[in-house]
């Protein structure tokens, strides 16, 4: 299964932007990388997914490297309900999400 | 509300039974995929489904089993109930195979095994 790396926890406060970073140093060119976050007591909930140039959507925005071995997800600004776990995920062409630990992020108010 | 349905919402039982545990995909959705989130070992996946057809499979136990039904209603029945089978099992739906769309996640099922 593709492998991540994310940090096990990040803090934010309130109204500010926060920057979940996310290694995948076994990317190939096919594979896609997708963000999910699970609030508490939820099912994980989509955020967003991208293959080679940085995305944007209501949500978040998505930076990813230009050799594709690292990527960043941009909360513009940070609200108490953005506390979640966040997974950073490496999907292989054909194959199916492999959720790993996650970063919990905590947002300060 | 992401549009998947997951029932029941809590399942308190006994080791050795057997449940199942059922799931609506959204509506069109032609893929269902079954989740176990644990303390311990995190969201694990299970088994996929694509149209009624089993697509791949996860680290599921032999004693668990799934089918996709031709309404793409989607079961997993869990037999032989061990304590540590205690989770939240999710199920996720989406339209395609799966390879690259967003997956819709229910609110998922809370089975816990005395």
């Known amino acids: 299964d593709a492998k991540t790396t994310q940090p096990n926890s990040m803090e934010s406060n309130e109204e500010e932007p926060v920057h979940l970073p996310c290694n995948h140093s076994?990317?190939?060119?096919?594979?896609?990388i997708h963000w999910y976050r699970q609030l508490p007591s939820q099912g994980p909930e989509y955020v967003i997914h991208?293959?080679?140039s940085n995305v944007n959507n209501r949500m978040a925005s998505l930076a990813i490297a230009e050799d594709r071995k690292s990527s960043t997800l941009i909360l513009h600004r940070a609200t108490l309900r953005d506390a979640a776990v966040y997974y950073c995920?490496?999907?292989?062409?054909?194959?199916?999400?492999?959720f790993g630990a996650g970063t919990i992020l905590r947002v300060k108010s | 509300d992401s549009g998947v349905t997951q029932t029941p919402k809590h399942l308190i039982t006994a080791t050795g039974q057997r449940v199942t545990l059922r799931c609506s995909p959204r509506?069109?959705?032609?893929?269902v995929y079954w989740y176990q989130q644990s303390l311990d070992q995190g969201l694990q996946f299970l088994i996929h489904?694509?149209?009624?057809?089993?697509?791949a499979k996860g680290n599921i136990l032999e004693r668990f089993s799934a089918q996709q039904f031709p309404d793409l209603h989607s079961e997993l029945n869990l037999s032989s109930l061990e304590l540590g089978d205690s989770a939240l099992y999710f199920c996720?739906?989406?339209?395609?195979?799966?390879?690259?769309?967003?997956?819709?996640f229910g609110e998922g099922s809370r089975l816990t095994v005395l």
């Open positions: 996720a739906s989406t339209s395609g195979g799966g390879d690259t769309g967003e997956l819709f």
């Open positions: 076994t990317i190939s060119g096919t594979d896609y």
């Open positions: 991208g293959l080679t």
């Open positions: 995920i490496h999907l292989e062409y054909g194959n199916k999400l492999v």
């Open positions: 509506s069109g959705d032609l893929s």
């Open positions: 489904y694509y149209n009624g057809e089993e697509r």
